[in-house]
């Protein structure tokens, strides 16, 4: 029970009410004990009755003295009942009681009613009304004015101020209850006000104006309105005193609501004016008066109100004012009626009854009639109505929201008026009608509620939207039929806007909620997201009311509309946001789950979907959503999927879609930015080589000049689609927003679209092309442009002052410049549509944002410069020029901004150009091909347009150009045209001296450093002889020689001590190698010299000091609020942790994020390179959150606070392990987790057991980055805290510094010590997981030193592998090392040992193997192909088969095929299906159900590589294969699914392209699809995947991931295209073979060609495509190859059988020669001639030297090398140039290597080809394979093609720097992984290529001197070993660089007697220094053009 219950039912409260109750109703009693006490409610009432009883007869006494009694008596009385009146509902009405007695006692004469009394009773009335205050308000309140008029009207002036006082109160209290306040108030004043008019005395109304002066002073809303009224109508008054008094209390008013006098009477200037004006023929004075106080001009006051006034004189027939305000504004009274038709119209319609509404439109039609100077004008009712229907209908729906019911009823009235005014048809329903207008309804509410024309209060706005909710419920269920995107549009948009106004939240809910539940349900669909989201987003600030009001709009999309829909349109409500994490909701939620089951990743998606949303509400939600997911929800599968070599495409997108979130702008970008840079920092740093972050790039090239009306439609729409939307979404400037709207509206209108397309009603028919075009808008332009078909914006334009030329120089800022520029060539538009599309512009370019001006300047610009008028092209030259040459002006007077945005903007221009140059030379050959019959005038116009284009590009001078690119960085460009500066001197002769050239590669060697491409630094440096310091500093750092970069700071610092940024070069040195102790020494040093660089200085001194626990230091500088710098801030943070406050921690966290995200905003979408340092920074701050929450919250227990330190640890690996593996970041994340965790006060083993483990992974680092010393201390630390396993770790840094015994010692003995070696004892401790593994990887460790050492016994090293083992029973890396050994021993046995002994050892190889490949997938590329290889090979050895043993080692396979995931025997599926032919049957047996196995799991990519075996030549394999599929086909096991016919229609496919290969040609140059292989043509939109190299190739999951225990790992991408449309013709290509070229298209809408070839064994093909697959692989798994994106190109490959197959063709691609000889020709040098046929006949037959000389003297200096030109002319873009000549590069140089090693021949330049759309290298035609060069007549004697022309491709550093690097880094790899590259070539020996059956066949034939000679399969693989074996000796590095006519193959010797292991280093020189040696490039065929 309630206190207040307590107190009504004590004993002493109710003896108390006797005694008052007693005293005020004398001469009566009231007998206590007959009304009972139990029941308290009759209890009251009784004594309540008595008192009126008694009071209703008067006085019993009336003495003053007894009045002043009664007056105490009621007083105490009434706070007596306040706790009853507080409990019980109003019912009871104390107060009527109570005041009863009041109105008796001060009625009465003067004499007993004196002054004290009448006084004492105003102040009672005031304590009744102030503790019964529920009684005044309710719906019957006691009539108490006239109680308060008794004092208003008193003779004494106390009494009145008392009166006064009383009534302050009342209407006080009115004010303050809700919604209610005007109710009660209004006639309150409506007396008051009469009272003021009426002939009471003036003391009287001199007290009541004070009263109500004091009143205003703290009133607010519709009180201050009513007070406001009040004394303003009291300014007409005669006295003027009273007069004065108004004013001066309205001036006292303004002044404490610190208000001028016009903006408090604003508010309410609707009734003040209609109430001023309308007297102003009978008190003129008043309205003058008013305007005085309101400080305007009567003339000016009565015009800005007329749209207040006019309705009411109108209305009222005020004939005379209206006339008097006509004359005063100079304005007819028709202009001042259209002005104001539907205000005043609404006020008629509004009027009570039709007569009275009928009268006032005759008087309005009479007086617009009388006054009008034309009589023709349309002045019936219908006519009126109609001119301003829309407006008039909008004023109306404000009424219907009305609180008051009677006016709003008076709406609806007015509506059906005006209907009937409008319409003839008496039978139309009012829905129908209102339908007809909602559109323009709804846009002008919207208007009103945005203020545009005019602030308007919150109670008015709640009135519109009530209004608005009503309209809805009128029109009905017709509501669906208008447009539904203009309705999207406009009143979700407004209702989403006006929800997040806490004052509008509740009113707003309540119209949302009847817009969506009068809505079909289909139509609610696209209001599901943008409404849950509204509302989940601002649940937090809802009140109880209005959350009841939101939950049951979600509880009606969720529950009604989700259980009404079609069960393929509930995917719909996924687009609800998680309403999971509030609890009010979970009813909701967990329907909705019941809905959506999702797959994690398909949510993950449609949250990034939904983070994209250009709605910023639904963005926020979602990246709230997404926060949640990664950190909560779904953190192991995040971790799952940024794990392994390359990460999962989801983890791009999220990376990309956080960063365009955070490069938005407008309002509430900054809580969206926030949520994003946290998320980032959940995701972490991810390693950006590991994971696709292409962004889509939005930009255009018009092609034709705006003279293709399509083109220029695609164009108006991408500018709409691409700039103008965001710039319409994100403006708050409503002009600007009018502007835009103009533009967008305009563009729409050209590109013919109409409202037709979205209106249900229309007739008009809409063409098929304009509708499509259309459609294929994405669904958010949709929404918003739809309202703008119908726009009826306009805009005017301004005339452009004259400009003087250029303009650059008189503009004082960027935006200046940029807008008055693209405003003044706008004008210049060369063509009609360019001059309609740019022309509607001109009002959007000239504004505050200059983002539409910056976007359409370049294709202005372009246009202009391919007309031809070269005046504007001189003009815009010489712009260009100005901006360039103030960028290194000295004396420039332009501000940094204005110079650095005017370069960008230059600089993006410039791009386009060469944009448009790069895309016309691409496309104008294939136009003159594909058009010649009315193509060539075309192509003039076209080629005529590219030369003006590019000779203006070429104009530009380059040193400027270079320079201006430097000092703004722009590398690339700055790049480009210094190397063109420094080729140009190269060309002169004679050549300038050397000296010349190194001022330009130390700019090249800067500007690498910039780019941060150390590559391309190290190929400068070895150009510049005398390296300065400042270039040795470059160089180190950038490629992380800290100690050394010191050395060089160091000796600067000592040239000049007080250079700031030379002390910041060292310190850098100092914090990357961790010496904080000489960093924090260094700083303290500087700062006695140079106080003033404390806040420069600052992020160093703070980091130094938390470092090295120097607390209070870090206190003392983080408390300077002028230091924002990274490690500042993140001092601030570590100081909160350190604090414990929780409110301080997420206060530091949430300003550190967005400090630290700053630089990732500024980088823009794409810039996740540029701000990885941020990411870092970002990645840290979330791990120190991390840390501080698990450490604060451990559990109590040991073991709980063990296993959540472990799950810590866990978490905090896999997030280093996502990150640039580069030793800076991986330290810096380090020491600072190390930091985070000593915050801890309570010394815990598994805290200091962390903090060890950290400086284990430093040390690691640090010795694998060479910094030995830093690896030392951080060894030394870690044994310090006891680090376990720290031994190892010491052991390999000892062995990393060349000590490998002294390693092996170390480790031997520590192991010893802890009893891992040789102990006999028996361990009864249980360890855990972990221990178990670190010990297995200790003795894996200490076994594989032992072997290298060849110190130790087999058999012991055998038994400390077996220990690892042992050790770990489901660890793959033991069992791999374990059998890796016993293959080692294997292989060193004699040829009798492996018959013998071997066998043993194969058997125990091949159960370690496939227990390896059974726990993981890190060696699976070693285990499986060689346990296959050790098992098919025994079966076919007799002796082998035949052991007992063998039976074992088939039963340990075949078990092995449901043990081992399928995927992974999938890896060596082309070596299975070659071993088909095995002769063994019970291999054959296990070996089939394999095959069998592999296909069934994955039959749309085996069933590929199977056809070669299906459709073999070779009888046996042929029969096998069909056997396999004929049982799969039968199997009861598939019958059910669609595999069978998967193999019927895969097969027949391939019949079809068997009988294309074998097709008779004859003389065609086409075939028909469609005559000659109807069927292949019938097979489109089928299942079957398109045989790319991408889709075929294996996705193993992460090593770290447990997925590879799921058998049915997602393999393959799961989006691979199927065939859907094959293309009718099939070119005949004019090759010897004829191969036929035939086109399809995929599933994802993209035309892939392929050559079907006839004659040609593909299985080689094919199996290269495996070995550089397998290579890519391998080079993604190594982060230097990866940092540099190294790969191979690769494409599909199948053989149809030994003799056909198909190839993919590669697109946009060119071969070398084309391009070499086109340049070649502008030169007029021959491809071929007499002289140059001379010459290499003379080379033939001379000797090497003379070889050589002559290819130097007489040939090279006819060709001089042009290729650098290709680049230039093919990639004009600098950024673009730059990275196609790197992929040039680096594809090159893998494939250089990988060619060695193969044995790749015949490079000619035919064979080597270039992509033109990014510059890779493509290698096609690998027939000269294994060395089969060098057995030619004329024997290559390269080891692959690095001609001069290749090398000038290179760039001025040539062969040095990228392409070097490349090729050291791809050799190490191929000799690192050298046997899973040679498992690959093992199908070679099983299945060998035709050639070598040839071949052998021929050898034999000439040895037997016999006609036919049959080829033993043993004679065969004999044949493929020999060929194989030089692979496997140049992987290890066997290479005798000796003359070729002295080797067999690879550069082996016969005798060996040269032959040595060679460093990689060393390797790569000698390869390369042969490929260029003149005298091998002169003895190489004549065809082969080595001179290219």
Avoid at 1031 to 1051: D, L, M, P
Wanted: hydrophobic fraction near 40%; aromatic fraction near 8%; glycine fraction near 4%.
């Amino acid at each position: 029970m309630s206190q207040t219950a307590d107190t009504i039912d004590s004993s002493h409260w109710r003896t108390e009410l006797q005694r008052l109750v007693s005293a005020l109703i004398v001469p009566d009693e009231l007998q206590w004990k007959s009304i009972g006490r139990k029941d308290t409610t009759s209890y009251m009432q009784r004594i309540l009755d008595k008192i009126k009883s008694r009071w209703a007869r008067g006085l019993h006494h009336s003495s003053s003295s007894v009045r002043a009694t009664l007056v105490e008596n009621v007083t105490s009385l009434a706070s007596h009942l306040k706790p009853f009146s507080q409990q019980q509902s109003s019912q009871f009405r104390v107060a009527a009681a109570l005041l009863l007695p009041l109105n008796r006692i001060i009625e009465g004469p003067s004499t007993e009613v004196d002054v004290n009394v009448r006084r004492q009773a105003f102040n009672a009335f005031r304590t009744v009304i102030r503790e019964h205050s529920a009684d005044i308000q309710s719906d019957e309140p006691p009539p108490v004015f006239d109680f308060l008029q008794r004092g208003f009207n008193d003779k004494d002036r106390s009494v009145r101020v008392d009166a006064g006082r009383a009534l302050s109160d009342l209407v006080h209290l009115h004010a303050r209850a809700i919604d209610r306040g005007c109710k009660f108030n209004e006639p309150i004043f409506m007396k008051i006000n009469s009272l003021l008019e009426s002939g009471v005395k003036d003391a009287v109304k001199e007290t009541l104006l004070v009263s109500i002066g004091s009143i205003g002073r703290d009133a607010q809303f519709e009180l201050l309105g009513l007070v406001v009224h009040c004394l303003i109508s009291q300014l007409g008054q005669d006295n003027h005193v009273l007069k004065g008094l108004a004013y001066t209390q309205l001036l006292e008013i303004a002044k404490a609501q610190m208000k001028s006098p016009y903006i408090l009477v604003s508010p309410y200037l609707s009734q003040v004016a209609t109430f001023v004006v309308s007297r102003k023929c009978t008190n003129p004075m008043l309205i003058f008066e008013t305007c005085r106080f309101l400080s305007v001009h009567p003339t000016d006051f009565i015009s800005v109100t007329l749209p207040k006034t006019l309705p009411y004189l109108f209305a009222n027939s005020e004939a005379k004012i209206i006339e008097e305000i006509s004359e005063d504004l100079s304005q007819t009274i028709l202009s001042l009626f259209m002005d104001h038709s539907h205000q005043i119209l609404a006020y008629v319609y509004q009027q009570h009854g039709p007569a009275q509404t009928t009268g006032s439109l005759t008087f309005i039609r009479n007086i617009i009639f009388r006054g009008a100077e034309s009589k023709s004008a349309d002045l019936t009712v219908r006519g009126m109505v109609q001119s301003c229907v829309v407006a008039l209908l909008a004023e109306l729906v404000v009424v219907l929201g009305h609180e008051n019911e009677e006016r709003a009823a008076l709406a609806v009235d007015a509506l059906r008026k005006v209907q009937r005014s409008v319409t003839d048809d008496t039978e139309l329903e009012m829905s129908l009608f209102l339908k007809m207008y909602m559109l323009g309804i709804v846009s002008n509410l919207n208007e009103m509620l945005q203020d545009v024309h005019g602030k308007k209060s919150f109670p008015a706005k709640k009135q519109i939207l009530r209004g608005l909710g009503v309209l809805i419920v009128q029109i009905g269920p017709l509501v669906n039929e208008v447009s539904p995107q203009a309705r999207l549009f406009i009143i979700m948009a407004t209702l989403q806007t006006m929800f997040l106004v806490p004052e509008l939240a509740e009113v707003t809910l309540s119209t949302w909620y009847t817009f969506l539940s009068t809505l079909n349900v289909e139509d609610v669909i696209p209001h599901i997201g943008t409404t849950s989201a509204a509302i989940v987003s601002a649940w937090s600030a809802l009140s109880p009311s209005v959350r009841e009001s939101a939950k049951k709009c979600l509880h009606h999309i969720v529950f009604d509309v989700g259980s009404t829909v079609r069960n393929d349109a509930k995917a719909h409500l996924n687009e609800v946001v998680d309403l999971g994490h509030i609890p009010e909701l979970s009813e909701i939620h967990i329907q909705l789950q019941s809905v959506r089951i999702w797959d994690p990743h398909a949510q993950l998606q449609k949250i990034l979907d939904r983070c994209s949303s250009n709605n910023i509400t639904v963005a926020q939600v979602a990246l709230a959503e997404l926060q949640n997911f990664m950190k909560n929800n779904q953190a192991s599968l995040i971790q799952n999927l940024a794990a392994g070599d390359a990460f999962d495409p989801l983890i791009g997108s999220i990376q990309l879609t956080l960063f365009q979130v955070v490069t938005r702008d407008g309002e509430g970008s900054d809580t969206v930015r926030r949520l994003a840079f946290e998320c980032m920092g959940i995701l972490g740093a991810v390693d950006p080589d590991r994971c696709d972050l292409n962004s889509t790039d939005t930009k255009m090239i018009v092609r034709n000049n705006f003279e293709d009306d399509a083109e220029a439609k695609l164009f108006a729409l991408h500018v709409i689609q691409d700039v103008l939307l965001d710039a319409f979404r994100s403006t708050s400037d409503i002009k600007y927003q009018g502007h835009l709207a103009y533009t967008i509206q305009e563009l729409l209108f050209l590109c013919e679209f109409t409202p037709a397309l979205v209106s249900s009603e229309s007739t008009t028919s809409v063409p098929a092309r304009v509708r499509n075009r259309w459609n294929g808008l994405p669904k958010h332009v949709l929404e918003t442009v739809s309202p703008l078909l119908a726009g009826k914006f306009k805009a005017s334009h301004k005339e452009l002052p004259d400009l003087p030329s250029p303009i650059y120089p008189h503009q004082k800022t960027y935006r200046e410049w940029v807008q008055l520029w693209t405003a003044h060539l706008i004008t210049k538009a060369s063509n009609d549509m360019a001059q309609k599309i740019f022309g509607v512009f001109r009002s959007a370019v000239r504004n505050k944002d200059v983002g539409v001006a910056h976007h359409i300047l370049p294709h202005l610009v372009l246009n202009i410069l391919a007309s031809e008028n070269e005046e504007d092209t001189g003009c815009i030259i010489e712009e260009l020029t100005a901006v360039l040459k103030d960028q290194v002006a000295s004396d420039s007077s332009s501000t940094p901004d204005k110079k650095f945005l005017s370069a960008q903007a230059v600089f993006t221009l410039l791009d386009h150009l060469s944009a448009y140059v790069r895309v016309q030379r691409q496309d104008l050959p294939k136009k003159v091909e594909g058009r010649r019959s009315r193509g060539n005038s075309e192509f003039a116009i076209r080629q005529q347009q590219l030369i003006r284009v590019d000779s203006v590009l070429s104009s530009i001078d380059h040193e400027l150009m270079a320079k201006a690119a430097l000092q703004c960085r722009a590398h690339a460009r700055s790049l480009m045209n210094f190397e063109k500066q420094i080729v140009s001197m190269r060309e002169r002769q004679p050549p300038p001296p050397a000296t010349d050239f190194t001022p330009y590669y130390e700019r090249l060697h800067e500007i690498y450093a910039q780019l941060d491409q150390p590559d391309g630094m190290e190929g400068i440096s070895t150009l510049i002889l005398s390296p300065s310091l400042e270039h040795q500093i470059r160089q180190h750092e950038s490629t992380g020689r800290w100690t050394a970069a010191q050395s060089c700071w160091e000796v600067r610092l000592q040239q000049q001590p007080d250079n700031l940024d030379f002390h910041l070069g060292l310190l850098r040195c100092l914090r990357n190698l961790g010496h904080y102790d000489t960093l924090r020494t260094h700083v303290q040093g500087v700062l006695v010299r140079n106080p003033g660089w404390q806040s420069v200085l600052a992020d160093f001194q703070v980091e130094s000091a938390w470092m090295i626990g120097a607390w209070d230091d870090v206190h003392n500088i983080a408390a300077n609020t002028e230091h924002e710098g990274p490690s500042v801030v993140k001092a601030r943070v570590l100081l909160a942790m350190r604090s414990g406050e929780p409110l301080q921690v997420e206060e530091s966290l949430r300003k550190a994020r967005l400090v630290l995200g700053a630089p990732i905003a500024a980088s823009g979408p794409s810039g996740h390179r540029r701000a990885y340092d941020a990411l870092v920074d970002l990645h840290m701050i979330h791990e120190l959150e991390l840390i501080h929450e698990t450490v604060s919250k451990l559990p109590p227990s040991s073991q709980g606070r063990k296993s959540a330190i472990v799950t810590l640890s866990q978490i905090l690996s896999a997030r280093l392990d996502r990150t640039l593996p580069t030793f800076r970041v991986h330290e810096s994340l380090l020491s600072m987790r190390r930091t985070a965790f000593s915050l801890s006060t309570v010394s815990r083993p598994s805290i200091t057991s962390q903090i060890g483990q950290s400086w284990l992974a430093s040390a690691k680092i640090a010795r694998k980055a060479g910094q030995w010393q830093t690896a030392y201390s951080a060894m030394l630390q870690a044994q310090y805290t006891n680090a376990r396993f720290s031994f190892m770790e010491s052991g390999k840094l000892v062995r990393a510094r060349g000590e490998p015994l002294r390693a092996l010692q170390e480790l031997e003995n520590s192991m010893r010590l802890l009893g891992f070696v040789d102990n006999n004892t028996v361990d009864l401790t249980r360890e855990d997981e972990h221990s178990k593994r670190m010990k297995a990887k200790a003795q894996i460790l200490l076994a594989r030193w032992m072997n290298e050492s060849d110190r130790y016994e087999a058999s012991y090293v055998l038994k400390q592998f077996q220990s690892a083992a042992d050790s770990a029973p489901g660890w793959e890396s033991a069992f791999y090392h374990l059998g890796h050994f016993q293959d080692q021993c294997y292989r060193n046995l004699s040829v009798d040992d492996k018959s013998n002994r071997g066998i043993k050892m194969n058997f125990q190889t091949i159960k370690c193997f496939t227990e390896a490949a059974a726990y993981g997938n890190k060696f699976v590329y070693q285990t499986v192909p060689r346990l296959l290889t050790l098992w098919l090979d025994m079966g076919e050895r007799k002796v082998t088969a035949e052991n007992p043993l063998f039976d074992k080692i088939n039963n340990v396979v075949a078990s092995s095929i449901d043990s081992i995931p399928v995927y992974k025997w999938f890896t060596a599926f082309p070596q299975i299906v070659s071993r088909i032919g095995h002769p063994n049957r019970i291999v054959y047996l296990v070996l089939s159900r394999l095959i069998s196995s592999v296909i069934r799991e994955y039959p749309r990519q085996a069933l590929w590589f199977f056809a070669s075996v299906v459709n073999s030549t070779k009888p046996t394999r042929q029969q096998r294969g069909r056997t396999i599929l004929d049982q799969l086909k039968n199997s009861p096991a598939n019958t059910d699914s669609n595999f069978p016919d998967l193999i019927t229609s895969l097969h027949a496919m391939i019949d079809e392209l068997l009988r294309l290969c074998n097709y008779s040609i004859g003389d065609r140059k086409t075939l028909s699809m469609r005559r000659d292989f109807p069927k292949l043509l019938g097979m489109k939109e089928s299942k079957i995947l398109i045989p790319l190299q991408s889709s075929l190739t294996v996705n193993l999951p992460p090593v770290s991931s447990m997925n590879h225990r799921d058998k049915r790992h997602n393999l393959f991408d799961p989006l691979s295209p199927t065939f859907t449309v094959f293309y009718d013709e099939i070119e005949i290509m004019h090759s010897l073979a004829k191969p036929r070229k035939l086109t399809v298209n995929g599933s994802d809408g993209i035309k892939y060609m392929f050559l079907a070839k006839p004659k040609d064994d593909l299985r080689k093909d094919a199996r290269l495509m495996d070995f550089n697959g397998i290579i890519n692989k391998l080079l993604k798994t190594n982060s230097e190859s990866r940092r540099r994106q190294l790969h191979i190109r690769t494409y599909g490959v199948v053989a149809l059988n030994e003799e056909c197959g198909v190839i993919q063709w590669v697109p946009n691609t060119i071969p070398v020669r084309p391009v070499l000889l086109k340049y070649y020709e502008t030169r007029n040098v021959p491809a071929w001639s007499k002289e140059l046929n001379d010459v290499t006949r003379h080379i033939k037959d001379g000797t090497d030297k003379e070889a050589a000389e002559l290819f130097v003297t007489k040939i090279l200096p006819e060709f001089p090398p042009i290729f650098h030109e290709w680049f230039v002319e093919t990639f004009p873009e600098p950024s673009v140039w730059l990275a196609s000549r790197l992929n040039y590069g680096r594809t090159m140089a893998v494939m250089s290597m990988v060619g060695f090693i193969l044995g790749l021949g015949d490079r000619h330049c035919e064979n080597i080809l270039l992509d033109t759309n990014n510059g890779d290298v493509v290698h096609v035609d690998f027939n000269c394979l294994f060395e089969k060069g060098k057995t030619l007549e004329t024997p290559e004697r390269v080891p692959f093609r690095l001609t001069q022309n290749l090398v000038d491709g290179l760039g001025v550093t040539g062969i040095e720097g990228v392409f070097r690097i490349a090729c050291e880094i791809t050799m190490q790899l191929l000799r690192d992984n050298k046997d899973p590259l040679m498992n690959v070539l093992d199908a070679f020996i099983h299945d060998p290529l035709v050639e070598w059956e040839d071949e052998t066949r021929k050898r034999e034939k000439d040895k037997d001197k016999m006609n036919s000679a049959t080829v033993k399969p043993a004679d065969l693989r004999s044949w493929a070993k020999t060929a194989l074996r030089p692979i496997e000796r140049k992987l290890k590095g066997l290479y005798s660089p000796t003359n070729v006519k002295e080797r067999t193959y690879g550069g082996i010797t016969r005798g060996g007697e040269d032959e040595r292991e060679i460093s990689t280093s060393n390797l790569v020189q000698m390869l390369i220094q042969e490929a260029i040696d003149p005298a091998n490039l002169g003895k190489m065929y004549p065809g082969w053009a080595a001179w290219h």
